[in-house]
Each structure stands twice: as structure tokens, then as C-alpha cells.
């Protein structure tokens, strides 16, 4: 069982920036970022595969929010910048058992989750 702990959370203004970091206590293939909101459903936000060949993005993100992976420590990382006030969530790390190739964007497809770190953007 792989454990992912999530840090870097906090509280910024609009248009500012934040980094998260997960770090895995294991290997795992695929690795995603997923946010949740009150009252809503929790949703992809980006993800990378295990030798970081491939990323791919929720586009309400595109182009703000930048997805990276250091295998040699483990760790994922989402770089969010140009932040807005509808990007507050609680965000989750969360990752594959399986080292196949896969640009899966449910919840159903990840094995491994963080508890979650929050962030709040005010306007």
C-alpha cells in the first residue's frame, strides 16, 4: 500500500500563486491532481505518467497550472499560478498501481489517495 501525503496549501489573493507537493512512500505509475469544492463532485484537475512522457489538463487550468514529477523523490508537484476564486477546493493527490500508460481523468481509476490540502483564493 503506497501512501501519498499532500503539502503546500493555503490561503492566497487572486492572481497569486501556489505550489502543492505530494510525496509517495512507493512507486506508482500514473499520478493526478483532483479538487473538490463544497458541494460539488470532486473533479480531475491534471496529470502526468510515470516517466513524466505525457501531461495532460482539465482546461479550465490550461495554461495556468503546471504538473511535474521528481521519481527520483517521489514527488508530484502542481505549480498553480494566475489563481481565480473558483479554484478554491480541497485538493487531492492521487495515483496509479500500474505502470501502463493511461490518461485516465476518473476517480475510479486511481488507486492511492492523499488527505487533501486545501486552498482558498480570495478576490
Known amino acids: 500500500q503506497v501512501q501519498l501525503v499532500e503539502s503546500g496549501g493555503g490561503s492566497v489573493q487572486a492572481g497569486g500563486s501556489l505550489r502543492l507537493s505530494c510525496a509517495a512512500s512507493g512507486r506508482t505509475g500514473t499520478m493526478a491532481w483532483f479538487r473538490q469544492a463544497p458541494g460539488k463532485e470532486r473533479a480531475f484537475v491534471a496529470g502526468?505518467?510515470?516517466?513524466?512522457?505525457?501531461?495532460y489538463y482539465e482546461d479550465s487550468v490550461k495554461g495556468r497550472f503546471t504538473i511535474s514529477r521528481d521519481n527520483a523523490k517521489n514527488t508530484v508537484y502542481l505549480q498553480m499560478n494566475s489563481l481565480k476564486p473558483e479554484d478554491t477546493a480541497v485538493y487531492y493527490c492521487?495515483?496509479?498501481?500500474?505502470?501502463?500508460?493511461?490518461?485516465?481523468?476518473?476517480?475510479?481509476?486511481?488507486?492511492?489517495w492523499g488527505q487533501g490540502t486545501q486552498v482558498t483564493v480570495s478576490s
Open positions: 492521487a495515483a496509479r498501481r500500474s505502470f501502463t500508460i493511461a490518461q485516465v481523468r476518473g476517480v475510479q481509476d486511481y488507486d492511492y
Open positions: 502526468i505518467g510515470r516517466s513524466a512522457d505525457y501531461t
